[in-house]
């Protein structure tokens, strides 16, 4: 049993290949026409955004609107798309002349997508047109009490969507089967970015229109990132190209963010803006309001402080929220194949990371909802591939006011009254579709790695494959009998262990973050297997080799 309890799974043992190709190969990159657009892809290979199906009919009626002086209003979500969108919109329009508006709900008062108390009050603002970014494709009856006021809508998404679309002026949805899009796993930022794409091309000379839409990619590459899309084909290229600009100081407020969590702007990677830039974007709707991320993103570097002390706080009840969870599910008899849990204090910001604490911890989904007067709000996340949006859609779907989210990840929010059924149904759901004996932690491990092959010329090759993220994960490998020759604890509170390991005639040096807990279990006078990540570690000049371990095991 490894240390984590994991089973671990090599991908590759092609011994007639080498490491890179191993890797390529893990990745679906087995001819030469992938290999050239996964390494040389550029911003001319993007797919036409007119290829969007009824992107021309949005496109006019958003012109009509910015000539005839329309008050607009871009409508979106509160997590790091759904502002990463409504940024990218709503500057283009102001930038453009429009008499533009923006709104972003609340979490914690409003939850997912339009109410009809927004439509209720866009009416009295004399608003003619919503441009949904992020949401829109489930919002049938508001878009009819929308149309009713005499409001046009056109939705951009990128979710699932019903079996009945709403009756919106027009739906950019690359999901829509009827679309013929070839990339259907881009995200709401990048329907906007395409969007405001068509567009400015329409409406500004070919200059001004490049270098715009060339100073946009920033802003995209975090919604890419942060909504964590499969980076392969044009987000891949969407994602490396932002992450370039960000790099050559091309966003201000991005940078303001990075400078004020200490984050130097010459080592951004997918994985700064992943686990870093993205948190503090979603920190501003999880614990406060997520205009604080808006206005950084448009230009009011002030909020980057703001944004990082809600991160921080976020840190903080977050863990407290888990633990409180963890103490609940303790006292159960048995656990369930679905995990449900109901908390009044619970913060609804906060829920999507506490029900991916309880998956991660139980190896099964993950249903925690907060209990409000008359309704609760839930966030889901699932394990395996189970796909739980679909899942729940079809069997209590009738029950939901509000429900969205992808494959792995969803929300809802469901009235007091359906509370009971809702339970019976996702139990019934937890025993017919999921197999207990599938709960496994599993750790996949791209390929083993040989002494020779631990070298700086491979570290350069590897990094070649960023930017690393879904659907191109950080390279995994293996060691097999590895000699571990001393432990220390390093960190500010000893909280990490450090040790050089000897494999065949190479010594390296190994890092193994927040594992100090589990320093008694590892033995360094036998062998270890261990599962790492590798990398050039400089400091102060000076450039090592260095393993980042992910688990590790005795050898057989």
């Not at 044009?234 to 400078?259: D, T, V, W």
């Not at 006078?525 to 371990?549: F, M, T, Y």
């Amino acid at each position: 049993m490894s240390l984590f309890g994991k089973k671990w799974i090599i991908r590759n043992t092609n011994g007639d290949l080498n490491l890179i190709a191993k890797l390529l190969q893990n990745r679906g990159i087995d001819s030469p026409e992938k290999a050239e657009w996964f390494f040389n892809g550029t911003l001319s290979d993007l797919h036409d955004p007119k290829l969007l199906k009824e992107m021309g009919k949005a496109v006019l009626r958003i012109k009509k609107a910015i000539t005839d002086k329309e008050k607009i209003m871009v409508f979106g979500d509160y997590d790091v798309d759904g502002i990463t969108a409504t940024a990218i919109l709503y500057d283009f329009l102001k930038k453009a002349g429009a008499d533009v508006h923006y709104t972003l709900p609340n979490r914690e008062k409003d939850g997912y997508g339009l109410k009809d108390y927004f439509i209720k009050h866009f009416k009295k603002e004399g608003i003619k047109l919503i441009i949904t970014v992020d949401c829109g494709s489930s919002n049938f009856d508001e878009i009819k009490l929308a149309n009713e006021s005499g409001i046009d809508v056109v939705v951009t998404d990128h979710h699932n969507i019903p079996a009945k679309l709403p009756n919106a002026y027009a739906i950019i949805n690359p999901k829509r089967p009827d679309c013929g899009y070839p990339n259907k796993d881009i995200c709401g930022s990048s329907v906007a970015y395409k969007l405001v794409s068509v567009l400015a091309k329409e409406l500004w000379p070919t200059e001004k229109t490049d270098e715009y839409l060339d100073y946009l990619l920033t802003v995209v590459a975090l919604g890419v990132i942060g909504d964590c899309m499969a980076l392969t084909g044009e987000n891949r290229i969407l994602a490396r190209e932002g992450i370039k600009r960000l790099a050559e100081g091309k966003h201000e407020g991005i940078l303001a963010l990075l400078s004020e969590a200490n984050l130097p702007i010459n080592k951004i990677t997918s994985t700064v803006l992943g686990f870093q830039v993205g948190p503090r974007i979603n920190a501003a709707g999880r614990m406060d309001d997520p205009n604080h991320a808006f206005e950084l993103l448009i230009g009011n570097l002030e909020k980057a402080q703001i944004l990082n002390q809600l991160n921080e706080k976020r840190r903080v009840i977050t863990k407290k929220y888990i633990d409180e969870a963890v103490s609940e599910i303790e006292k159960m008899k048995s656990l369930p194949n679905i995990i449900v849990l109901i908390n009044k204090k619970w913060k609804s910001g906060l829920l999507g990371l506490v029900a991916n604490g309880i998956s991660e911890k139980y190896i099964r989904p993950a249903i925690v909802m907060q209990e409000k007067e008359d309704e609760f709000v839930g966030s889901m996340r699932s394990i395996n591939d189970f796909d739980i949006t679909t899942s729940l859609r079809e069997v209590a779907g009738d029950l939901f006011s509000a429900f969205g989210g992808h494959a792995m990840a969803g929300g809802f929010t469901l009235p007091k009254k359906n509370l009971a059924e809702f339970l019976k149904r996702v139990e019934i759901l937890g025993k017919t579709k999921i197999n207990p004996d599938e709960f496994i932690k599993i750790l996949n491990i791209d390929c083993e790695i040989k002494p020779h092959e631990m070298s700086f010329e491979t570290c350069h090759k590897i990094n070649k494959l960023e930017p690393f993220g879904t659907g191109n994960p950080e390279p995994v490998l293996l060691i097999k009998n590895a000699k571990i020759l001393d432990i220390r604890l390093v960190g500010k509170e000893s909280e990490h262990l450090q040790f050089p390991i000897k494999h065949g005639d190479k010594t390296v040096n190994a890092i193994a973050f927040r594992l100090a807990e589990h320093l008694d279990k590892i033995d360094p006078a036998i062998p270890h297997d261990i599962v790492c990540n590798i990398e050039i570690n400089e400091w102060n000049g000076n450039k090592k080799l260095q393993l980042r371990v992910v688990d590790l095991k005795p050898s057989v």
